[in-house]
């Protein structure tokens, strides 16, 4: 099971809104709706931002949301603010049963 | 929220095994899915498996003849084994809750290295 791609990187000024991208196949996030995004801070732990593409947990700030076309997920975060920047993982589950996550994108707020 | 606390060796030879537990503070295991994640050093996450509140498990199919991971219910611990491990192994191992499809709660991450 090959990882999703995203871009390695995307910037931003603050107050800007950007996307990060995350491509698949029709076996995974072209197959379910079932994408999740993590954010991780620099010596941190990830933190799950959002879930099954679209849906938030408790606490994460709405300026973050989900979607999905076809074979790809993406993060659009609004209001772009310094605290953003990290490095942001999408995540799909499979046709073979099992989970995938993505390359990884560095986000910078300029 | 529950936390969870992790630990095992963090240094190991070539060919050795990989241990580490994972402890679930202020909840139970009962009821959730439980799932390894680990994180090369500057390199991006990988999914390493999961296990069901009935046992069973899932594993990444590119680790899976190395894998083991189990759950200790009456400890409300649950555990990952990678044998034979080389350099390629080390990184950053979290465990992690799941919600549905998701890992909504994160250890705090272990650092294995693999050295001769």
């Known amino acids: 099971q090959s990882a999703l791609t995203q871009p390695a990187s995307v910037s931003g000024s603050p107050g800007q809104s950007i996307t990060i991208s995350c491509t698949g196949t029709?076996?995974?996030?072209?197959?379910?709706?079932?994408v999740s995004w993590y954010q991780q801070h620099p010596g941190k732990a990830p933190k799950l931002m959002i879930w099954?593409?679209?849906n938030w947990p408790p606490g994460i700030s709405y300026r973050f949301s989900g979607s999905k076309s076809g074979n790809t997920a993406s993060l659009t975060i609004s209001g772009l603010q310094a605290e953003d920047e990290a490095d942001y993982y999408c995540?799909?589950?499979?046709?073979?049963?099992?989970?995938?996550f993505g390359t990884g994108t560095k986000v910078t707020v300029l | 929220q529950v936390q969870l606390q992790q630990w095992g060796a963090g240094l190991l030879k070539p060919s050795e095994t990989l241990s580490l537990t994972c402890a679930v503070d202020?909840?139970?295991?009962?009821?959730?899915?439980w799932t390894w994640i680990r994180q090369p050093p500057g390199k991006g996450l990988e999914w390493i498996g999961e296990?069901?509140?009935?046992?069973?498990?899932k594993y990444n199919l590119s680790l899976k003849s190395r894998v083991t991971i189990s759950v200790d219910t009456s400890k409300t611990q649950f555990s990952l084994k990678l044998s034979s491990v080389t350099a390629a192994d080390t990184a950053v191992y979290y465990c992690?809750?799941?919600?549905?499809?998701?890992?909504?709660?994160w250890g705090q991450g272990t650092l294995v290295t693999v050295s001769s």
């Open positions: 992690a809750r799941n919600g549905l499809r998701d890992c909504v709660d």
């Open positions: 202020g909840g139970s295991l009962r009821g959730y899915y």
């Open positions: 995540a799909s589950y499979t046709s073979s049963d099992i989970y995938v």
């Open positions: 296990i069901s509140p009935t046992g069973g498990t």
């Open positions: 099954d593409v679209t």
């Open positions: 029709s076996s995974d996030i072209g197959a379910y709706n079932y």
